[in-house]
């Protein structure tokens, strides 16, 4: 069974340009969280979303973000028009829910590195 | 508002001593608490996992607890190896399937 895949591994940007971050949750798994790690910080909650459907994005900048978890592939997180402070390690991690079962630990994917020059 | 607090923020230690992380957060109404580890330019790795009615999480050399009241938890690692060294990062997740709230984490070195 893979872990969390995210790709790419490293992104480098222009301002201006659009960033696309793709994650493959583990098989199985429904739900999956955008973490955002920003140099020297520790990692901030951006959003969680389970198939088709947006759960919370409380952690989401207003502007420009937006993310996605189709019926199929992967969950996308879209960074439109980037700018210099968006340069991050942006890390997905996955779950699994059963009702009533109380393990849910959460998989990390290896991260994407973004680098907005 | 949840938050979550790592000390110390860096640590070194001699290979093979005992050492203890601390974490506290600041609301005790939490679903479950994860301790992960956090290689450099790599992702987090989940240790252990300790649910809100659990007291104490065991896996190998590492031991992690939980008082939910007093809004703490500690990991314990014993015999401490030199492949032991990275950030470990002490995470709270306050509903059922929800986010999860992070420390800043501690910076563990351990020299052979």
């Known amino acids: 069974n893979a872990g969390v895949m995210q790709n790419p591994r490293h992104l480098v940007r222009r301002r201006g340009q659009e960033a696309r971050l793709r994650c493959s949750p583990m098989k199985g798994h429904s739900h999956v969280y955008w973490y955002r790690q920003l140099p020297e910080e520790g990692l901030k909650f951006m959003v969680y979303l389970q198939k088709e459907n947006i759960i919370d994005e409380s952690g989401m900048p207003k502007e420009r973000f937006s993310a996605e978890f189709p019926k199929e592939g992967p969950s996308i997180l879209r960074i439109q028009q980037v700018v210099r402070g968006d340069s991050a390690a942006y890390f997905c991690?996955?779950?699994?829910?059963?009702?009533?079962?109380?393990?849910?630990?959460?998989?990390f994917g290896p991260g994407t590195r973004l680098l907005v020059l | 508002k949840q938050e979550v607090t790592q000390i110390p923020a860096a640590l070194s230690v001699p290979e093979g001593e005992n050492l203890v992380l601390n974490c506290s957060f600041t609301d005790s109404a939490i679903y479950n608490l994860q301790w992960f580890r956090q290689d450099p330019g790599k992702g987090l790795t989940s240790l252990l996992l300790?649910?809100?009615?659990?007291r104490e999480q065991t896996s190998g050399r590492l031991n992690a607890s939980l008082d939910k009241s007093s809004g703490r938890s500690t990991l314990y690692i014993a015999a401490s190896q030199p492949g032991d060294s990275a950030t470990y990062l002490c995470?709270?997740?306050?509903?059922?399937?929800?986010?999860?709230?992070f420390g800043e984490g501690t910076q563990l070195t351990v020299n052979p």
């Open positions: 991690a996955s779950s699994i829910y059963t009702p009533g079962h109380s393990q849910e630990t959460q998989y």
């Open positions: 300790i649910q809100s009615s659990q």
């Open positions: 995470a709270v997740g306050e509903t059922s399937g929800s986010r999860l709230t």
